[in-house]
């Protein structure tokens, strides 16, 4: 079965330094990986994704993630945080062999960057 | 284009008591998605759809139906709400109808908050 686990509930950065945002997966296949994250009182927005070749994939408001396949992890990260980053952060798995178009999300990790 | 909406924004039911949520996307999306989101424990799907007239369990579908009539409307029903169903509710749609080859990348609606007294 497929599982996704995002082992830190809050990450805490100072408004310029970098950010990481850990998560690891379990899919029998090779993974479809996806980040998205939720602002306050909003839906999910989608910040990108890996399905397959260049292991570092770039996304929106310069974030980018690293797929590494023998650690089974894919952290998000940014190299310099904005208090605009303040947000809640979902890492999500799908296999792509399973029998329908389902994502399992993470529990979520709470982002702060302090000014 | 609108995307994804849901009805109503915030509701408070007693216990017992039906309702029914309505989401509605304009993305022309096969697969739609009801989730819940409790604080701690992320989203769990409840059910889905991989398109009109089709409706599937996910991994909570106790105390819930849907209906999928139209392909552009999905409707997540509580018969006889209970207290533990009180959460934010998330609708999803995705284009693309799954395999392999399938990136479907899911955009939400904004959620309703509802509340089981």
């Known amino acids: 079965a497929q599982s996704v686990a995002q082992p830190e509930d809050q990450v805490n950065v100072a408004e310029g330094n970098p950010l990481t945002v850990k998560c690891t997966y379990s899919?029998?296949?090779?993974?479809?990986l996806f980040w998205y994250v939720q602002y306050p009182n909003r839906g999910l927005q989608f910040l990108l994704k890996?399905?397959?070749?260049?292991?570092l994939v770039k996304g929106s408001y310069g974030f980018e993630a690293e797929f590494n396949k023998s650690q089974t992890s894919f952290h998000l990260k940014k190299p310099s945080a904005l208090v605009s980053d303040s947000a809640l952060y979902f890492c999500?798995?799908?296999?792509?062999?399973?029998?329908?178009?389902?994502?399992?999300f993470g529990s979520g990790t709470r982002l702060s960057i302090r000014p | 284009n609108a995307g994804v909406t849901q009805t109503p924004k915030f509701r408070v039911l007693k216990t017992g008591q039906s309702m029914t949520l309505l989401c509605a996307q304009d993305?022309?999306?096969?697969?739609m998605y009801w989730y819940r989101q409790d604080p701690g424990m992320g989203l769990r799907l409840i059910h889905y759809?991989?398109?009109?007239?089709?409706?599937a369990k996910g991994e909570v579908p106790d105390g819930y139906n849907v209906s999928r009539l139209k392909k552009q409307n999905f409707l997540l029903g509580l018969e006889s709400a209970a207290p533990s169903q009180t959460s934010v509710y998330f609708c999803?749609?995705?284009?693309?109808?799954?395999?392999?080859?399938?990136?479907?990348?899911?955009?939400f609606g904004p959620g309703t908050r509802l509340t089981v007294l």
């Open positions: 999803a749609s995705s284009y693309v109808a799954g395999g392999p080859e399938s990136t479907d990348t899911q955009y």
């Open positions: 899919v029998s296949g090779n993974p479809y």
């Open positions: 890996y399905i397959t070749g260049d292991n």
């Open positions: 999500a798995v799908r296999d792509p062999y399973s029998s329908a178009s389902k994502i399992i």
């Open positions: 993305m022309n999306h096969e697969y």
């Open positions: 759809s991989v398109g009109e007239g089709t409706t």
